[in-house]
């Protein structure tokens, strides 16, 4: 009887490992699937931010089903834990060396309705010797702030469209800016400008700030479409440099459209891998990664996150080396 008893418990201890681990390869394969993904749905767009989380449960199945000898499904789980890791390993290997011309530092960053602490702001740009600084959420509240702390002291240059609570943005830049745009259509403001960058020419600099999905992922969707679309009209023999809060994630198939032409992301070029930036206001650490620095005509040698207490988001700093210049 005993002999019998323990049998049925190992039976059902196999049962329910089995289980838990084809349903750990489940959610794997859907968070694969999630990055593929090209719906504007607002389940499948929310779901593909915690994308690379879902791949994770791939590698438990994998492991579930090799203790228990189940050959075709640990097949299965390891098939969908090669796809995991083919997606996600170029964030890890980043690309080999280039440029050769001027070096600038890059900072992009989100300040909440302007409630960042601008001394914060300013100290950063200062320590890190920033030469252009894109901001999302810029009030003209924090443009004066800015200004008291002696922001346009270090960056002379700006074109800033602030506004009352989320949908003001910014450029400042410590070399002259020329044929300044902001672009219609839009539910908060996008704007570019010209750098005129000693050594190293023009260069196009954009600041973005499309809505984020929760608001509606179908507008999401559009906005980023029609911002790839900017990005595509740029002169092809200028670099360029995006700082934006997409409101997107590298499992985000829009976002990821925006790389199929000249554009990197800095992060995936140096390396960097999961580089979260939200949410930062709340006890959990920040979990995934929505603010991003783009770079065309160039190569970041590095690129981190940085604190700013009053926000919800961690800003990016990348340092680019961009090409050398024809002669």
Do not use: C
């Not at 098939?79 to 995991?84: C, I, M, N, R, S």
């Not at 450029?171 to 044929?179: E, F, T, V």
């Not at 809505?211 to 980023?224: C, K, M, N, S």
Request: charged share 15%.
């Amino acid at each position: 009887m005993r002999a019998l008893l323990s049998g049925v418990m190992v039976t059902a201890f196999r049962w329910a490992a089995a289980v838990v681990a084809g349903l750990a390869t489940l959610v794997g394969a859907v968070g694969v699937g999630l990055h593929y993904s090209t719906s504007s749905a607002r389940l499948p767009v929310l779901a593909a931010s915690a994308a690379s989380y879902m791949m994770i449960g791939s590698v438990l199945g994998a492991v579930v089903f090799a203790l228990l000898r189940y050959r075709l499904a640990t097949a299965v789980a390891l098939l969908t834990v090669v796809a995991a890791v083919w997606i996600q390993a170029p964030r890890y290997i980043g690309e080999s060396a280039g440029g050769g011309g001027e070096v600038l530092t890059v900072m992009q960053a989100n300040v909440l309705f302007g409630e960042a602490d601008p001394a914060t702001v300013v100290s950063e740009v200062e320590e890190r010797r920033v030469d252009l600084l894109t901001v999302s959420e810029l009030t003209p509240e924090a443009v004066e702030a800015y200004a008291r702390e002696g922001l346009d002291r270090m960056l002379p240059y700006h074109f800033v469209s602030p506004e009352p609570g989320a949908g003001g943005t910014g450029i400042w830049s410590r070399y002259p800016l020329s044929d300044e745009v902001e672009y219609d259509g839009f539910v908060m403001n996008q704007v570019s400008a010209t750098a005129a960058v000693p050594g190293g020419g023009p260069v196009a600099v954009y600041a973005f700030h499309p809505v984020p999905p929760v608001y509606d992922t179908h507008v999401w969707a559009d906005e980023l479409s029609r911002l790839q679309g900017i990005l595509e009209s740029a002169p092809p023999a200028v670099p360029v440099v995006v700082g934006a809060d997409f409101n997107a994630t590298y499992d985000h198939t829009q976002y990821r459209a925006m790389l199929s032409g000249r554009l990197r992301d800095t992060a995936e070029q140096v390396g960097a891998g999961f580089l979260f930036t939200y949410p930062t206001d709340k006890r959990i650490p920040p979990l995934v990664g929505i603010d991003h620095i783009l770079v065309a005509g160039g190569r970041a040698t590095s690129v981190e996150t940085v604190t700013l207490p009053g926000s919800d988001h961690r800003a990016v700093v990348a340092q680019i080396r961009l090409d050398r210049p024809p002669r």
